[in-house]
């Protein structure tokens, strides 16, 4: 399994670790360890910050992120602080992105869950590199 890396724009290219396009790629990015089904599939490994540095990707949210399916990872990507809808919460708990990964807040009598932590950030970099493609 080889590497793809995910620019802006959602421009994903097979790669090499140590290859001139990674060297070289912009913020945002991330490197993926292996292919999926779809655009943003794979294991996530590394992200590129706005400082020019890759850094790791915390392996939960590895897990967490590979385990969801593709339409759930749409949907959190086309609106990262979208309120949870009961399915999406319980396809995220069995991910083990569960409550300490997520954060609620009461409006006027609703209780609202929405995706907190190392997975939100995770996702509003995706989103960032998905534009308004998606």
């Known amino acids: 399994m080889g590497f793809h890396l995910l620019t802006k724009g959602a421009f994903r290219q097979s790669v090499e670790v140590d290859s001139p396009a990674v060297q070289t790629a912009s913020s945002p990015a ?6 999926g089904a779809d655009l943003f599939g794979g294991f996530p490994v590394r992200l590129l910050e706005n400082t020019g540095e890759w850094v790791n990707v915390p392996d939960a949210v590895g897990r967490q992120w590979e385990s969801l399916p593709a339409e759930v990872r749409g949907r959190l990507i086309r609106e990262p602080s979208i309120e949870l809808s009961m399915e999406d919460f319980d396809v995220l708990t069995r991910a ?13 009598d609703e209780l609202e869950w929405r995706i907190a932590g190392s997975f939100k950030n995770f996702v509003e970099l995706l989103s960032d590199i998905a534009g308004e493609g998606l």
């Open 30 to 35: 991330v490197l993926f360890d292996g292919g």
């Open 96 to 108: 083990e992105v569960g409550v300490s990964a997520g954060f609620f807040a009461l409006s006027g």
